[in-house]
């Protein structure tokens, strides 16, 4: 069994900083392919940043330049760095793992880590 645990969210200012982190538990995920999600209120769920083997971090457009995606693979964790947030960034934030060896599928989720950005 796979066990994704996100934390660091919360409420912060516009242009605030947070960063979420997302430990995974288990054997059978890939570390080197897992990504961050967000969800906002009566929006569809979006991809925001990740990795893949042999590439570069990728990121939505909407985060380019203010998001960094990292791993810690000592820990079992990665990490999802946000500055200057922007009220448009409040969502529920999920980590997101495939199954090992198969990468581009997202076989498992976090319960989620609620980010707010007021004005």
């Known amino acids: 069994q796979v066990l994704l645990e996100e934390s660091g969210g919360g409420s912060v200012q516009t242009g605030g900083s947070l960063t979420l982190s997302c430990k995974a538990s288990?054997?059978?995920?890939?570390?080197?392919?897992m990504g961050w999600f967000r969800q906002a209120p009566g929006k569809e769920r979006e991809g925001v940043a990740g990795?893949?083997?042999?590439?570069?971090?990728y990121y939505a457009d909407s985060v380019k330049g203010r998001f960094i995606f990292s791993q810690d693979n000592a820990v079992n964790t990665v990490y999802l760095q946000m500055n200057d947030l922007k009220p448009e960034d409040t969502a529920m934030y999920y980590c997101?793992?495939?199954?090992?060896?198969?990468?581009?599928?997202?076989?498992?989720w976090g319960q989620g880590t609620q980010v707010t950005v007021s004005t």
């Open positions: 990795k893949v083997p042999g590439v570069e971090r």
């Open positions: 997101a793992a495939p199954a090992r060896g198969v990468c581009g599928k997202f076989t498992y």
């Open positions: 288990g054997w059978n995920y890939s570390i080197d392919c």
